[in-house]
Nanobody, 125 residues
């Protein structure tokens, strides 16, 4: 299974970006999440969505600004990021969980089976 993340870039504060993560090489599991890691900080949870039913869960820091969605036909998950802030600057990673689990557990990176390569998001003030 391979995950290919794309869509990062440089944007001004208040702007928007859309990240995408395409899954290939096998079944697409039960849930897809996004994490981010800023320089000098630990990786942190951003959002997760179930492939079946589309149930979502967000970190408090992005709730109301970010939206995670999935396109089952294309095996792709998107992260729509609005009202971006400089503190959103980080490398963003998508991750795939194969077996179903309580969604809130997926705020923990240890529960994911596969990871994408990361895409840089930089928000200027």
């Amino acid at each position: 299974v391979q995950l290919q993340a794309s869509g990062g870039g440089l944007v001004q504060a208040g702007g928007s970006l859309r990240l995408s993560c395409a899954v290939s090489g096998g079944t697409f599991g039960s849930s897809m999440g996004w994490f981010r890691q800023a320089p000098g900080k630990e990786r942190e949870f951003v959002a997760v969505v179930r492939w079946s039913g589309g149930v979502t869960y967000y970190a408090d820091s992005v709730k109301g600004r970010f939206t995670i969605s999935r396109d089952n036909a294309k095996n792709t998950v998107h992260l729509h990021m609005n009202s971006l802030k400089p503190e959103d600057t980080a490398v963003y990673y998508c991750a795939l969980r194969m077996n179903r689990i309580v969604l809130t557990y997926l705020a923990n990176a240890d529960y994911y089976d596969y990871w994408g390569q990361g895409t840089q998001v930089t928000v200027s003030s």
